[in-house]
Every structure is written in structure tokens, then in C-alpha cells.
């Protein structure tokens, strides 16, 4: 079945370390998306990518890092920078004809 | 800024009963509209898009779109105990499918059996 992977879907991680989070699709879209979502406020944008080798600052970009080197692949880090990660993260890609956003089933990032 | 509204509840129905949930934007050029449904803990899920005026339907759920009062609403018919979730209204603000989506907060809504 055609879908968005991300991994893992609980992490744990210590101040001043990097994680990286893992989004893999096999739908075949051209663009992708990182949200963020903190209780009880919707999605934020992070980051968004339309083609390989390229991408595009959101409205909450600093503390995080992407990189989009297969079309299938989008992995986002949550970089030591970023001053308050604990929250929801969702991975999404665009059906281009209808700009249906299809969403990973999300990681959740904890830091202790 | 391009902002969404909701109203972020709790919306309280009796179950059978008409659930009608509301969201405004602020860029008059907005082209589509979406509603998803996210159940606590869960990745959004999408109920239905809608582009033109006026209503479309999906068996129970209803999208309505007002351009000029810059206006989307979902109606949910029959609204079950099940559709007790966190709605989502979500605009394209750009000019093409690959433009991103701006989100609202969301509306919890409650059925009651």
C-alpha cells in the first residue's frame, strides 16, 4: 500500500543533542512537508521541499535542518539550536492535482 | 499574515444530532479548502476538499464555501460518538497544488451518546 513512513514514533532525547527524524513516501509525490504540532495548536509549517536537492524554509525553520536527496526521502533534524523541541512532528507529502496533504503517522519527540 | 480561525471548542452535540463547525481566512485569494480529523494522538486525516461556492457532499459530511464572506464550514450529519475528534480547516493560500497549506487551531468536537 502507498504511504507516508516516518520513524520512529517515539524518541527521547537528552538537551544538546541532534535527532534526526526519518520520512519515507512511496505515493510518488514531487513535494514534501515537515509540521509541527504542540498541544492543543495546529500544524506549523517547518520546513517544505517541491523537488530533490531543494527546499524552503517554513514559518518555524531555526533549530531544524532537511535535506532531500531521493524524492522518496526527507529526513528532518532537530538540531541543539532548537530551544524547545518536545512536540508532535509530522511528515506530509502533496497530491499535486487536488493539493491533498497525505501525513505520515508522526513522531513524537520528547526531550528530557 | 495569513491566518485561519477556529473556534477551538469543545462543541458539545447529542449524538444523531447536527454538528457545524466553522473556520474563516484572510487572504481573499484563496483557491482550496480542507477539512481533516485528527483523533488524539493521531496524524490528521482528510474529510473532504472543496474549491467552488456553495456545498458539496460526502454521505454525512457536508463542506460549505462562502468566497466573498471569506467563510468554510463542515456540517456532520447523524454525528456519532466516533466523530468525537479535533477538526482541522486547512487553506491553500498560493496558486498551485504544491503550495503549502495553512492550518487553523482546530475544533474539538464532543459527541454524546
Known amino acids: 500500500d502507498g504511504g507516508i513512513t516516518q520513524s520512529p514514533k517515539y524518541l527521547f532525547r537528552k538537551e544538546g543533542q541532534n535527532v534526526t527524524l526519518s520520512c519515507e513516501q512511496n505515493?510518488?509525490?514531487?513535494?514534501m512537508y515537515w509540521y509541527r504540532q504542540d498541544p492543543g495548536q495546529g500544524l506549523r509549517l517547518i520546513y517544505y521541499?517541491?523537488?530533490?536537492?531543494?527546499?524552503q524554509k517554513g514559518d518555524i525553520a531555526e533549530g531544524y535542518s532537511v535535506s532531500r536527496e531521493k524524492k522518496e526521502s526527507f529526513p528532518l533534524t532537530v538540531t541543539s539550536a532548537q530551544k524547545n523541541p518536545t512536540a508532535f512532528y509530522l511528515c506530509?507529502?502533496?497530491?499535486?492535482?487536488?493539493?491533498?496533504?497525505?501525513f505520515g503517522e508522526g513522531s513524537r519527540l520528547t526531550v528530557l | 499574515q495569513k491566518e485561519v480561525e477556529q473556534n477551538s471548542g469543545p462543541l458539545s452535540v447529542p449524538e444523531g444530532a447536527i454538528a457545524s463547525l466553522n473556520c474563516t481566512y484572510s487572504?481573499?485569494?484563496?483557491?482550496?479548502f480542507f477539512w481533516y480529523r485528527q483523533y488524539s494522538g493521531k496524524s490528521p486525516e482528510l474529510i473532504m476538499f472543496?474549491?467552488?461556492?456553495g456545498d458539496k457532499e460526502d454521505g454525512r459530511f457536508t463542506a460549505q464555501l462562502n468566497k466573498a464572506s471569506q467563510y468554510v464550514s463542515l456540517l456532520i450529519r447523524d454525528s456519532q460518538p466516533s466523530d468525537s475528534a479535533t477538526y482541522l480547516c486547512?487553506?491553500?493560500?498560493?496558486?498551485?497544488?504544491?503550495?503549502?497549506?495553512?492550518f487553523g487551531k482546530g475544533t474539538m468536537l464532543l459527541v454524546s451518546p
Open positions: 506530509a507529502s502533496v497530491r499535486a492535482d487536488t493539493g491533498e496533504l497525505f
Open positions: 505515493l510518488n509525490h514531487d513535494a
Open positions: 521541499s517541491q523537488i530533490v536537492n531543494d527546499f
Open positions: 487572504d481573499r485569494g484563496s483557491q482550496s
Open positions: 472543496i474549491y467552488s461556492n
Open positions: 486547512a487553506v491553500n493560500m498560493g496558486d498551485s497544488g504544491y503550495s503549502t497549506l495553512t
